[in-house]
């Protein structure tokens, strides 16, 4: 079956902009997980979605970061009124469980750059 | 405070050489431990995880790990690299207690491999 998908593969915005990222987990997986991968931070954990449950948003860096996951499937990543310091490589995952020993399987990655 | 290490940033290796990378935690019980690779362009890929029982875990690609709780350390082995290794590699961790599902990563470890 397919893998973890991510769109864009690439997105270059303006400061100020307001962005979505998508991504397509695996199918059958309950546990989603949204991470940032930057120069200055290395691989930081951005919010986490298990089935129904109210999402782990502790990651989250700022309000204007937002997601949500519809139907228990896709989700996206909202990034309001950009800022040149939130350009990174954004990275979903996804396990078939929410237990800690599951193994994530990682998409592609969105690189977002901001001018 | 809870932490992974990974005290090498850069390691080169000649091909046909065996490898070692470091990866230390600080948790007041052992977590889950992984290694992730992530070569270039391409998403984080599970090279091996331990949870519990034999200290010495087998993955994929050739490569091996130990744990050694007495050290606090998941080092990740391999005896003879080959020139596809060449990657940057990530030591993760998900606390097993608690309500945190997702991966703490260490800084990475970028490996070179001379030919």
């Known amino acids: 079956g397919a893998g973890v998908s991510q769109s864009p593969s690439n997105k270059v915005t303006e400061k100020g902009k307001d962005v979505e990222l998508r991504c397509d987990p695996i199918?059958?997986?309950?546990?989603l997980y949204w991470y940032r991968q930057s120069l200055g931070q290395g691989l930081e954990f951005l919010i986490y979605?298990?089935?129904?449950?109210?999402?782990?948003k502790s990651g989250l860096p700022s309000d204007r970061f937002s997601a949500e996951r519809t139907g228990g499937s896709v989700s996206t990543l909202t990034i309001q009124r950009t800022q040149q310091e939130d350009s990174a490589v954004y990275l979903c995952?996804?396990?078939?469980?929410?237990?800690?020993?599951?193994?994530?399987?990682f998409g592609p990655g969105t690189r977002l750059t901001v001018l | 405070a809870q932490s992974v290490t990974q005290p090498d940033i850069h390691i080169t290796v000649s091909e046909g050489a065996s490898l070692e990378l470091r990866c230390n935690y600080s948790?007041?019980?052992?977590?889950?431990l992984f290694w992730y690779v992530q070569s270039p362009g391409q998403g984080l890929q599970l090279l091996l995880k331990?949870?519990?029982?034999?200290?010495l875990v087998q993955g994929i690609k050739g490569f091996e790990a130990e744990f050694k709780r007495s050290q606090s350390s998941f080092n990740l082995r391999k005896p003879s690299v080959h020139w596809s290794d060449a990657a940057e590699y990530f030591c993760?961790?998900?606390?097993?207690?608690?309500?945190?599902?997702?991966?703490?990563f260490g800084s990475g470890t970028q490996l070179t491999v001379l030919p």
């Open positions: 995952a996804s396990s078939l469980g929410g237990s800690g020993n599951n193994e994530q399987f």
């Open positions: 199918s059958g997986h309950t546990a």
């Open positions: 979605f298990q089935g129904n449950s109210a999402p782990d």
């Open positions: 948790y007041g019980a052992t977590p889950y």
């Open positions: 331990y949870f519990s029982g034999d200290t």
């Open positions: 993760a961790v998900v606390p097993i207690s608690g309500s945190a599902r997702q991966l703490t």
